[in-house]
């Protein structure tokens, strides 16, 4: 029987987060690492999965999931150490653009396919419950 994974509190089938500690993709032998998926967490994955191929800068991000620089940056650099992110620092002269050169996030390729997986899981697991049909009782009330 294949080994579950405890994630947001309940177990999970392996089969939901099939990338996730050993990703591979396309014959690319990157290894994704193991990132808690909280929901600030989700929240900057789904602004990289709306195009994986932008780059993304931290203010662009703060400014698009609204979370302050002290939750935000620990969030890339923990993305980043476990090689969902790709950082670089962008090429310019401050000088002549008048601003320090920006640091630049971009999605890895597997990261993209784990993310999708465990934004679906996530959202499956905080999806509502289905409404029942209450059973009318006797003089207009229900059971």
Not at 33 to 57: C, H, N, S, W
Not at 64 to 75: D, E, K, M, R, V
Not at 82 to 89: Q, V, Y
Request: hydrophobic letters at 40%; aromatic letters at 6%.
């Amino acid at each position: 029987m294949p080994q579950r994974r405890a994630m947001y509190g309940r177990w999970v089938s392996p089969q939901l987060t099939p990338y996730i500690g050993s990703a591979k993709m396309g014959g690319m032998s990157d290894e994704l690492g193991d990132v808690q998926i909280t929901p600030k967490i989700a929240t900057v994955l789904k602004i990289f999965l709306e195009d994986p191929q932008t780059p993304r800068y931290g203010m662009e991000l703060m400014r698009l999931t609204g979370q302050s620089a002290a939750t935000l940056y620990p969030n890339l650099t923990k993305l980043a150490r476990a090689g969902w992110l790709e950082a670089s620092k962008e090429d310019i002269d401050p000088k002549v653009e008048g601003r320090p050169a920006r640091r630049n996030y971009i999605i890895t390729g597997a990261a993209t396919v784990a993310a999708r997986a465990e934004l679906a899981a996530l959202s499956e697991h905080y999806r509502p419950p289905a409404l029942r049909n209450p059973r009318l009782a006797p003089h207009g009330g229900t059971a």
